[in-house]
Protein backbone atom coordinates (compact mmCIF):
# COMPACT_ATOMS: atom_id res chain seq x y z
CA UNK A 1 0.00 0.00 0.00
CA UNK A 2 1.42 2.87 -0.91
CA UNK A 3 2.22 5.24 2.48
CA UNK A 4 3.57 8.76 1.80
CA UNK A 5 1.50 11.14 -0.08
CA UNK A 6 2.79 13.77 -1.94
CA UNK A 7 1.82 17.41 -2.46
CA UNK A 8 0.88 18.99 -5.33
CA UNK A 9 0.36 16.61 -7.82
CA UNK A 10 1.28 18.88 -10.14
CA UNK A 11 3.55 21.94 -10.08
CA UNK A 12 4.36 23.88 -12.89
CA UNK A 13 6.83 27.14 -12.62
CA UNK A 14 8.97 29.55 -14.28
CA UNK A 15 12.69 28.89 -14.64
CA UNK A 16 13.98 30.46 -11.65
CA UNK A 17 11.82 30.30 -9.57
CA UNK A 18 11.85 27.59 -6.61
CA UNK A 19 9.70 24.17 -6.39
CA UNK A 20 8.41 22.62 -3.38
CA UNK A 21 6.95 19.18 -3.07
CA UNK A 22 6.23 17.78 0.48
CA UNK A 23 5.33 14.48 1.39
CA UNK A 24 3.50 12.79 4.48
CA UNK A 25 3.82 9.43 5.72
CA UNK A 26 1.90 7.27 8.06
CA UNK A 27 3.85 5.37 10.10
CA UNK A 28 7.36 5.39 11.78
CA UNK A 29 9.96 5.71 9.71
CA UNK A 30 14.01 4.32 9.23
CA UNK A 31 14.64 6.96 6.65
CA UNK A 32 12.94 9.09 3.95
CA UNK A 33 14.17 9.30 0.16
CA UNK A 34 13.64 11.65 -2.70
CA UNK A 35 13.77 10.03 -6.56
CA UNK A 36 13.46 11.81 -9.33
CA UNK A 37 12.17 10.43 -12.73
CA UNK A 38 12.12 11.66 -16.07
CA UNK A 39 9.28 10.75 -18.29
CA UNK A 40 8.90 7.03 -17.57
CA UNK A 41 12.73 6.66 -17.43
CA UNK A 42 14.57 4.82 -14.19
CA UNK A 43 14.64 6.65 -10.94
CA UNK A 44 17.40 8.28 -9.79
CA UNK A 45 18.45 8.60 -6.18
CA UNK A 46 18.33 12.61 -4.90
CA UNK A 47 19.05 12.40 -1.21
CA UNK A 48 18.19 10.23 1.56
CA UNK A 49 17.58 11.65 5.24
CA UNK A 50 17.20 9.59 8.07
CA UNK A 51 14.88 9.71 11.17
CA UNK A 52 17.19 11.48 13.79
CA UNK A 53 18.06 13.93 10.87
CA UNK A 54 16.02 17.24 10.53
CA UNK A 55 17.76 18.87 6.96
CA UNK A 56 20.04 18.00 4.30
CA UNK A 57 21.38 19.52 1.19
CA UNK A 58 22.40 18.25 -2.09
CA UNK A 59 23.59 21.39 -4.47
CA UNK A 60 20.31 23.35 -5.32
CA UNK A 61 18.14 20.43 -3.58
CA UNK A 62 17.00 21.12 -0.08
CA UNK A 63 15.23 18.32 2.37
CA UNK A 64 13.74 18.89 5.46
CA UNK A 65 12.09 15.62 7.56
CA UNK A 66 9.54 16.55 10.55
CA UNK A 67 9.14 13.31 12.39
CA UNK A 68 6.56 14.47 14.61
CA UNK A 69 4.26 15.76 11.78
CA UNK A 70 5.49 12.58 9.69
CA UNK A 71 6.43 14.70 6.85
CA UNK A 72 9.30 15.89 4.71
CA UNK A 73 9.86 18.61 2.11
CA UNK A 74 11.77 18.81 -1.02
CA UNK A 75 12.91 22.13 -2.32
CA UNK A 76 14.97 22.98 -5.39
CA UNK A 77 15.98 25.76 -5.93
CA UNK A 78 17.04 28.07 -8.93
CA UNK A 79 14.90 25.81 -10.82
CA UNK A 80 15.60 24.73 -14.65
CA UNK A 81 13.77 23.43 -17.34
CA UNK A 82 16.18 20.29 -17.32
CA UNK A 83 14.26 19.90 -13.42
CA UNK A 84 11.00 18.99 -15.32
CA UNK A 85 10.14 15.55 -14.08
CA UNK A 86 8.27 13.52 -11.55
CA UNK A 87 9.44 13.62 -8.04
CA UNK A 88 8.94 10.45 -5.24
CA UNK A 89 9.40 9.99 -2.08
CA UNK A 90 9.76 6.68 -0.53
CA UNK A 91 9.73 5.55 3.01
CA UNK A 92 11.82 2.72 4.87
CA UNK A 93 10.45 1.24 8.21
CA UNK A 94 12.69 -0.02 10.89
CA UNK A 95 13.17 -3.87 10.69
CA UNK A 96 11.56 -4.05 7.29
CA UNK A 97 13.49 -4.21 4.01
CA UNK A 98 10.77 -2.82 1.66
CA UNK A 99 10.91 0.41 0.70
CA UNK A 100 7.27 2.34 -0.07
CA UNK A 101 6.30 4.88 -2.55
CA UNK A 102 4.20 7.97 -2.75
CA UNK A 103 2.43 9.00 -4.96
CA UNK A 104 4.80 12.05 -6.83
CA UNK A 105 4.77 15.36 -7.64
CA UNK A 106 4.66 15.98 -11.47
CA UNK A 107 7.09 19.31 -11.91
CA UNK A 108 7.17 20.94 -15.49
CA UNK A 109 9.88 24.13 -15.44
CA UNK A 110 8.71 26.40 -18.23
CA UNK A 111 11.79 28.20 -19.91
CA UNK B 1 26.23 3.15 -5.04
CA UNK B 2 25.27 0.43 -7.12
CA UNK B 3 25.42 -0.03 -11.53
CA UNK B 4 22.55 -1.74 -12.11
CA UNK B 5 21.03 -3.06 -15.76
CA UNK B 6 18.32 -4.30 -17.35
CA UNK B 7 17.29 -6.15 -20.64
CA UNK B 8 15.27 -5.41 -22.22
CA UNK B 9 14.99 -1.76 -21.96
CA UNK B 10 11.54 -1.94 -24.06
CA UNK B 11 9.43 -4.38 -25.67
CA UNK B 12 6.08 -4.73 -27.27
CA UNK B 13 4.42 -8.15 -26.79
CA UNK B 14 1.14 -9.63 -28.02
CA UNK B 15 -1.15 -10.97 -25.21
CA UNK B 16 -0.93 -14.40 -24.24
CA UNK B 17 2.74 -14.39 -24.42
CA UNK B 18 5.63 -14.02 -21.84
CA UNK B 19 8.30 -11.97 -21.64
CA UNK B 20 11.19 -12.23 -19.17
CA UNK B 21 13.22 -9.11 -17.74
CA UNK B 22 16.92 -9.35 -16.51
CA UNK B 23 18.49 -7.40 -14.23
CA UNK B 24 22.57 -7.44 -13.35
CA UNK B 25 24.16 -5.85 -10.53
CA UNK B 26 27.90 -4.58 -10.52
CA UNK B 27 28.14 -5.87 -7.05
CA UNK B 28 27.06 -8.76 -5.00
CA UNK B 29 23.20 -8.34 -2.94
CA UNK B 30 21.51 -10.50 -0.63
CA UNK B 31 18.41 -9.15 -1.67
CA UNK B 32 16.75 -7.73 -5.03
CA UNK B 33 13.15 -5.85 -5.72
CA UNK B 34 10.91 -5.69 -8.39
CA UNK B 35 8.70 -3.36 -9.32
CA UNK B 36 5.68 -2.21 -11.11
CA UNK B 37 5.18 1.17 -12.11
CA UNK B 38 1.57 1.25 -14.17
CA UNK B 39 1.16 4.53 -16.51
CA UNK B 40 1.33 7.53 -14.67
CA UNK B 41 1.34 5.94 -11.74
CA UNK B 42 4.11 5.19 -8.99
CA UNK B 43 5.87 1.90 -8.24
CA UNK B 44 4.38 -0.89 -6.75
CA UNK B 45 6.37 -3.61 -4.85
CA UNK B 46 5.89 -7.01 -6.90
CA UNK B 47 8.53 -9.35 -4.93
CA UNK B 48 11.78 -9.38 -3.14
CA UNK B 49 13.96 -11.91 -4.35
CA UNK B 50 16.62 -13.79 -2.27
CA UNK B 51 19.17 -15.50 -3.70
CA UNK B 52 18.80 -19.51 -2.73
CA UNK B 53 15.34 -19.35 -1.83
CA UNK B 54 11.72 -18.79 -3.38
CA UNK B 55 10.76 -14.47 -3.70
CA UNK B 56 7.99 -13.29 -1.55
CA UNK B 57 5.53 -11.96 -3.04
CA UNK B 58 3.60 -8.60 -1.80
CA UNK B 59 -0.47 -8.78 -1.85
CA UNK B 60 -1.66 -8.74 -4.91
CA UNK B 61 1.25 -10.34 -7.18
CA UNK B 62 1.57 -14.29 -7.05
CA UNK B 63 4.06 -16.46 -8.59
CA UNK B 64 2.52 -17.69 -11.38
CA UNK B 65 1.77 -14.58 -12.84
CA UNK B 66 5.34 -13.43 -11.92
CA UNK B 67 7.91 -16.01 -11.38
CA UNK B 68 11.13 -14.70 -10.33
CA UNK B 69 14.57 -16.27 -10.76
CA UNK B 70 17.59 -15.76 -8.46
CA UNK B 71 20.27 -18.18 -9.36
CA UNK B 72 23.27 -15.86 -7.81
CA UNK B 73 24.19 -12.74 -6.22
CA UNK B 74 24.03 -10.48 -8.70
CA UNK B 75 21.73 -11.21 -11.06
CA UNK B 76 17.67 -11.88 -11.16
CA UNK B 77 15.14 -12.33 -13.69
CA UNK B 78 11.30 -11.50 -13.53
CA UNK B 79 8.50 -12.97 -16.01
CA UNK B 80 5.23 -11.35 -16.55
CA UNK B 81 3.41 -14.58 -18.02
CA UNK B 82 0.30 -14.75 -20.30
CA UNK B 83 0.14 -10.98 -20.36
CA UNK B 84 -2.04 -9.18 -21.14
CA UNK B 85 -2.55 -5.19 -21.64
CA UNK B 86 -3.45 -4.46 -18.24
CA UNK B 87 0.43 -5.60 -18.02
CA UNK B 88 1.42 -2.76 -19.52
CA UNK B 89 4.02 -0.97 -17.23
CA UNK B 90 7.69 -0.33 -16.68
CA UNK B 91 9.23 -2.91 -14.30
CA UNK B 92 12.49 -1.60 -12.50
CA UNK B 93 14.47 -3.80 -10.66
CA UNK B 94 16.82 -2.44 -7.27
CA UNK B 95 18.88 -3.10 -4.73
CA UNK B 96 20.01 -1.68 -1.53
CA UNK B 97 23.38 -0.34 -0.43
CA UNK B 98 25.86 -0.12 2.20
CA UNK B 99 24.70 3.36 2.79
CA UNK B 100 21.31 2.65 3.17
CA UNK B 101 20.09 4.00 -0.35
CA UNK B 102 18.10 2.28 -2.56
CA UNK B 103 19.24 2.00 -6.32
CA UNK B 104 16.78 1.46 -9.27
CA UNK B 105 17.84 -0.20 -12.65
CA UNK B 106 17.07 2.30 -15.87
CA UNK B 107 13.49 0.15 -16.33
CA UNK B 108 11.63 -2.07 -18.88
CA UNK B 109 9.00 -0.39 -20.68
CA UNK B 110 6.32 -3.05 -21.82
CA UNK B 111 3.39 -2.74 -23.89
CA UNK B 112 0.84 -5.72 -24.40
CA UNK B 113 -0.94 -5.71 -27.47
Known amino acids: SQQGEEDPQALSIQEGENATMNCSYK?????LQWYRQNSGRGLVHLIL?????REKHSGRLRVTLDTSKKSSSLLITASRAADTASYFC???????????FGKGTKLTVNP | SAVISQKPSRDICQRGTSLTIQCQVD?????MFWYRQQPGQSLTLIAT?????????ESGFVIDKFPISRPNLTFSTLTVSNMSPEDSSIYLC??????????FGPGTRLTVL
Open chain 2, 49 to 57: ANQGSEATY
Open chain 1, 27 to 31: TSINN
Open chain 2, 94 to 103: SVWTQSDTQY
Open chain 1, 49 to 53: IRSNE
Open chain 2, 27 to 31: SQVTM
Open chain 1, 90 to 100: ATKKGGSEKLV
